[in-house]
């Protein structure tokens, strides 16, 4: 079975600041991971995918993902928040067995001044 | 850039009422999917559905949900007889294939029960 732990449901960044928002992953075969960003009444919106080619990932927006296989974790980081990225982040993982996402709790993002 | 399109935007309708939720998957996608977030909650995976036929379904997919895809390019969820319980978002899902292809997600159909 595959499943995907975020850890803190609420965040907390000045603007300009380093955000990092936890995701690990469990999975018995290899994973595809992905992050998706929610914003306020919207549908989800791809940020970055790992598919077992480069372990660091860069998406949209400036986020990127590192792929730590021995820690089983694929962390979101961006090095200087904006106002612009405060919304809810979903981590996400996919086996090749299986075609459905399995979604972790969600990260509020919240930016401040 | 093509995109996942879901109508209504919001539904409302009484306890025991049929529902259908619309969807119209990008064009040249192959899998389907349906996923429901409750409010406050995560995105929780429903049904897939490729080659006309349901290929995976999750134990909240009961005998009250259905899915079809009535034409080329729509692809529905029914719930026949809705509870308080199903209030939700309900997204729609395509993707090309079913491996390593991004997902893409429609803006969601929010369903209240009353």
């Known amino acids: 079975a595959q499943s995907v732990t975020q850890l803190g449901s609420h965040v907390s960044v000045s603007e300009g600041a380093l955000v990092l928002l936890r995701c690990n992953y469990s999975s018995s075969v290899p994973p595809y991971l992905f992050w998706y960003v929610q914003y306020p009444n919207q549908g989800l919106q791809l940020l970055l995918k790992?598919?077992?080619?480069?372990?660091l990932v860069k998406g949209i927006n400036g986020f990127e993902a590192e792929f730590k296989k021995s820690e089983t974790s694929f962390h979101l980081t961006k090095p200087s928040a904006h106002m612009s990225d405060a919304a809810e982040y979903f981590c996400?993982?996919?086996?090749?067995?299986?075609?459905?996402?399995?979604f972790g709790t969600g990260t509020r993002l919240q930016v401040t001044l | 850039e093509p995109e996942v399109t879901q109508t209504p935007s919001h539904q409302v309708t009484q306890m025991g009422q049929e529902v259908i939720l619309r969807c119209v998957p990008i064009?040249?996608?192959?899998?389907f999917y349906w996923y429901r977030q409750i409010l406050g909650q995560k995105v929780e995976f429903l049904v897939s559905?490729?080659?006309?036929?349901?290929?995976?379904k999750s134990e909240i997919f009961d005998d009250q949900f259905s899915v079809e895809r009535p034409d080329g390019s729509n692809f529905t969820l029914k719930i026949r007889s809705t509870k308080l319980e199903d209030s939700a978002m309900y997204f729609c899902?395509?993707?090309?294939?079913?491996?390593?292809?991004?997902?893409?997600f429609g803006p969601g159909t929010r369903l209240t029960v009353l």
């Open positions: 559905f490729y080659n006309n036929e349901i290929s995976e």
């Open positions: 899902a395509s993707t090309e294939t079913s491996a390593a292809d991004t997902q893409y």
């Open positions: 790992y598919t077992s080619a480069a372990t």
């Open positions: 064009s040249n996608h192959l899998y």
């Open positions: 996400a993982v996919k086996t090749g067995t299986a075609s459905k996402l399995t």
